[in-house]
């Protein structure tokens, strides 16, 4: 017997452990801009090819059966397969994974709603009480415990569309108890799959049409083999598994564990917080934010509809299109920009020194700014004189600028800094850019 359990757990955790890290998966397609559509489509696609010779026999052997319940069958894969997955990984483009996992794990709740709802369960005072109560708190994590964002219906889009992914999964998952199917478990997943992929396809061309690019490099290969391999199939197998051994009761219990493992690794991999604050040293809403690391910035960024600038922007912006040592030309330093002689030792409130020829204050000094590129020590040797390309991937992330603690020749244009996404010191900051991408910066 406790043989047995401690099979059960080692599965059941392992389910789970695989689910929590597709949502830290999902944020990292993000960060290397692979289009969620089209990952979820070839996740899916791929999914279904190892699964076929397991289940191809009995799927064929049941196929009328299957054209029976084919409106149901429809349905369970339009909420599950086409839309759960692919607005998940839409919406961490937009907001942190602690975000997504919190409110996922309202799910289990919000599926004796829905099962309510569509008569297929009753429901007693205490459960619609639960019910009242997680949906408060989704409203909490979407405002971030911000009354005025609620009052302004002011949200971050991510969330709201992770709100649609948890009622699309509650409603699949509600539906999913309405009727007892005659198939295996595995040929169920098969069929469901099938059934999602036909409407997840022309989701994936329009997606392709629109403009979104797929680079087949190491970062979507290692993307892709995870979320097909482990969430997709291992985690399917794994909880089956888990719920064979000890029974679903018991097993449902460990679903509980996706929103701890998913902020855990959120918190250990993305530095994210629970709670969001302002993390500067030097306090002051006319300062600009440092402390932040290039996670941060980038979420913010895409919060107001913007993005981080990337090196040749931002270099061109710092030069005023033209090609100087410093963002200021030829004059005073002290007249343009914070830096060691002048800072004492701290940021100050943008815009109190002069803007280069393109406006724009500060783009020398004060704090350094995250930029959206890899760095390259080689960039400068190897790259063309019209739109460079930053690397695909590295291990750190350009800043430029300078800062309050360096010294007025380190303030010069073409001087990089770089550091690990991760990191995070009172002289790290960023500045949002947003429109058409320059050409060269020559």
Known sequence: MFLKD?????????????????????KAASLFEIPPFTLNFYRWTF??????????????RKKNYILENIKL???????????????????LNFTQ????????????????FFCWIFNIEKTNFYQILGVIFSLL???VIVTKADVGKLINLNFNKGDLWMVVAMFSWAIYSALLRKKKFDLSQISLLQVIISAGLIFLLPAYLIEMALGYKLNINLPFILTLSYVVLFPGLASFIFWIKGISLIGSNRSGIFLHLMPILGAVMAMIIFNEKIINFNPSFFVDRKRPVEKVNWFEAVEYCLKIGKRLPNEREWEWASRSGNTLKFSWGKGDPKLYGWFKKNSEKKTHPVGQKKPNSYGLFDMS???WEWTADWYDQNYYQKRPSSNPKSPFNGKHRVLRGGSFMDKADGLRVTRRNWDLPSSRFKNF????AKGQKTKSID
Not at 76 to 84: D, E
Not at 429 to 432: H, L, P, S
């Open 73 to 91: 069958i429809l349905i369970l894969g339009i909420t599950s397969i086409t839309v759960f997955n692919s607005i998940v990984y839409y919406s």
């Open 97 to 112: 994974v602690i975000s997504g996992v919190l409110m996922i794990s309202t799910i289990p709740v919000m599926i004796i």
């Open 137 to 139: 708190g989704v409203v």
């Open 365 to 367: 000094g004060n704090v």
């Open 429 to 432: 900051g960023f500045r949002c």
């Open 47 to 60: 999914a279904w090819l190892i699964l076929a010779p397991f289940t191809l026999q009995e799927v064929l």
């Open 6 to 26: 401690k099979t059960a757990y080692i599965f059941l955790i392992l389910a789970t452990l695989f689910w929590s890290g597709n949502f830290i998966v999902g």
